[in-house]
């Protein structure tokens, strides 16, 4: 989480970024401002990319996790150690598909900030 965090940094100063690239009248002729905004539109989608591939990768390897943990549930059942090792990885697989769920609504306001 911490990660994804600084990762969404770009987005949470989408405007900021914006204010500082896209040149006033009295700049447009200094600074090329499609440039400008073709680099910032090619970081966002880098970084929209790697962080949902990052949190895809989490989420296929917490499910494999669980997937091998319920396993070793059904062989011993009273195993306590074991239930409470399974629920912590279900509680952070949740965690990260609801992550995917917040990359969605960052991602969208990102980009109709951008537009």
Not at 31 to 43: H, I, M, N, R
Request: hydrophobic fraction near 35%; charged fraction near 30%; include cysteine.
């Amino acid at each position: 989480q911490e990660l994804l965090r600084v990762m969404r940094t770009i987005d949470d100063r989408i405007v900021h970024e914006l204010n500082t690239t896209i040149p006033t009248a009295s700049f447009v002729g200094k600074v090329d401002a499609g440039q400008t905004c073709k680099e910032l539109y090619q970081s966002l989608m880098d970084a929209h990319t790697s962080r949902e591939r990052i949190i895809k990768n989490c989420i296929a390897q917490t499910s494999s996790i669980v997937k091998t943990l319920r396993e070793e549930r059904e062989k011993a059942q009273d195993d306590v150690a074991l239930l409470k090792q399974l629920r912590k990885e279900q509680t952070k697989l949740k965690l990260m598909q609801s992550e995917l769920n917040v990359e969605e609504v960052v991602n969208d306001r990102s980009w109709k900030v951008l537009s």
